[in-house]
């Protein structure tokens, strides 16, 4: 009789703990581990103007969609870098001058 009881208890012992492992494991990293959230998408504008960070100077119009780390050249051979983009205006610091060709100015 006693080794009845004893099993039965090891039984139902067993089986609450088996019942709280399984939703511990389930539930728990739900509400443990914060979800990713997805960047919310960029509005896409009809133009982008680019313009140097320092000096305001407008360097481009164009009907493309501009990100940061996009990176422009000038028709006087310098470099920028996309590094913000607030709306349809984009800033771009400068990168560095490119080499220029024997007998060009």
Partial sequence: ?????????????????????????????????PLHQKPTPQPIYDYYEIVDEAGGESLMTIPLIVNVGDELLTEDNRRFQVVKVIENKAYARRVADTLQLPGKK
């Fill in 1 to 33: 009789m006693i080794a009845k009881r004893r099993i039965t208890f090891l039984l139902l012992a067993g089986l609450a703990i088996a019942v709280i492992v399984y939703f511990s494991l389930l539930y728990l990293p739900m509400s443990l581990l």
